[in-house]
């Protein structure tokens, strides 16, 4: 079984024993204190469990890791195909990290000291705001009681679909 499928059933019964809240908040500390470190030093390629080493962490842990930062990489991950010897990297796109880490609410990771050397203050407001504001929902136009049924059936709105209103 290829690592990520293991940490996607890992992470599945540990959410849903018990202790999955307390699995979580352990996971979230881990996950900031490795984001402090690449945001300080972009590391170079290594292995999955390379990596795992060098953060102090466990194999599960790391490829959990991966599967977050993955979408905001440069080169994406062969997330799938993984195994621990595989040969991956964490090169992410600085303002693509930040972004996605405000859509993911993680304020505990977009507020970390260390963007203050990355992104400038005003860009991180801006880089927020363009997030926040890319998940506004637009909603279709209202239809009347008297309105013809959308269905299509000819029938006023009030005497078809929206009879049960």
């Known amino acids: 079984m290829a690592l990520f499928e293991q940490w996607q059933k890992y992470a599945e019964e540990k959410q ?3 202790d999955g809240v307390k699995f979580w908040e352990t996971y979230f500390s881990t996950e900031t204190d490795i984001y402090k470190k690449i945001l300080e030093e972009k590391p170079d390629k290594n292995t999955v469990k390379g990596y795992a ?3 102090g962490v466990d ?3 790391m490829v959990g890791f991966l599967d977050g930062i993955n979408e905001s990489l440069k080169e994406k991950n062969p997330l799938e195909e993984i195994e621990e010897d595989s040969e991956v990297n964490l090169d992410y796109e600085e303002e693509l990290l930040y972004k ?3 859509d993911a609410k993680a304020d505990w990771l977009y507020h970390l000291p260390q963007w203050d050397a990355l992104i400038p203050e005003e860009r991180r407001k801006e880089l927020y ?3 926040k504001l890319s998940k506004t929902v637009v909603k279709g136009q209202k239809i009347g009681r008297n309105d013809p049924c959308p269905c299509g059936s000819g029938k006023k709105y009030k005497k078809c679909c929206g009879r049960d209103m």
């Open 16 to 18: 849903s024993g018990p």
């Open 53 to 55: 080493e060098k953060f």
């Open 59 to 61: 194999l599960m842990t």
């Open 100 to 102: 996605n880490m405000v």
């Open 129 to 131: 705001k363009e997030q």
